[in-house]
């Protein structure tokens, strides 16, 4: 019998609430166990929460995206308390300095610390997880969470792409990390060098889709069924079997969210 997976962070609104709600019907069919549906603004907000109503095969965690963080981010934050009571975990937040290092862009790398600050702080106070969007910014996030004294057992790194020296400070100090499909490209970067090293009890798997498609589909909408390729991918690196990797991810992922299923 093939394993069920977890995908630990995928984005269903660009298939609409009906479309949505199709898939999450056919888990069985796909091998998926459970999807954790990540959030970024309003729009997703609203629609995760619905999906999450018809089916106990799917959680959501909720945040303010550091892309989508606006003028207005602190009304969009007070919008995002309402959530917060039934979530899993506050994210996806974080932050994301990709092409922003010129004085036009320090306005708005302003306002997304302000913002990750602020969603680390309704975290703490909701006695919740994070989960983190990182790009060109592990230096900013580092600093924001040891001031701020957060939990780092309760830190995730979705889509994990960091160097070996930001996979230790993570997992030294508690972390976990998770991988997409970004490990099977064949240019996949720091992963080859910190996957083999990172423990298996501390990551989990996920697609980040519809983004991030992993090969041998690159060029298509990625589909959480295919967090399977992200499982082999690790099995293969780690020198297991893919069913021990499908059960070890999907056990950590119910473990860091506190999960009970």
């Not at 979530?87 to 302000?114: C, N, R, S, W, Y």
């Not at 020296?165 to 508690?174: D, L, R, S, T, V």
Request: aromatic fraction near 10%; charged fraction near 20%.
């Amino acid at each position: 019998m093939t394993p069920l997976l977890i995908d630990s962070h995928c984005h269903l609104d660009n298939l609409g609430l009906n479309g949505a709600l199709e898939y999450v019907s056919q888990l069985d069919a796909k091998n998926l166990r459970m999807l954790l549906l990540a959030s970024t603004h309003p729009n997703d907000w609203l629609l995760n929460s619905q999906v999450a109503e018809h089916s106990d095969r799917v959680r959501v965690y909720y945040g303010l995206h550091p892309l989508e963080v606006s003028e207005r981010w602190e009304e969009d934050l007070e919008h995002l308390r309402t959530y917060l009571p039934h979530a899993i975990g506050v994210g996806e937040i974080g932050l994301d300095f990709h092409g922003t290092f010129d004085k036009e862009h320090i306005p708005q790398i302003k306002l997304q610390m302000k913002a990750f600050e602020y969603q680390v702080h309704l975290a703490q106070r909701y006695h919740l997880p994070i989960v983190i969007h990182c790009r060109d910014a592990f230096f900013a996030i580092k600093e924001i969470l040891m001031h701020t004294q957060f939990d780092l057992s309760r830190v995730l790194f979705h889509c994990f792409v960091e160097d070996l020296e930001a996979a230790q400070w993570i997992i030294e100090n508690g972390g976990f990390v998770s991988y997409s499909g970004v490990i099977t490209f064949k240019r996949a970067g720091n992963m080859l060098e910190t996957a083999p090293w990172v423990p298996l009890e501390r990551m989990v798997i996920e697609t980040d889709s519809p983004y991030l498609t992993p090969a041998p589909f690159r060029g298509q909408h990625n589909m959480p069924e295919y967090v399977r390729y992200v499982a082999e991918k690790l099995a293969e690196i780690k020198h297991i079997s893919f069913a021990d990797c499908a059960k070890i991810t999907a056990e950590n992922a119910l473990r860091f969210f506190n999960i009970n299923h």
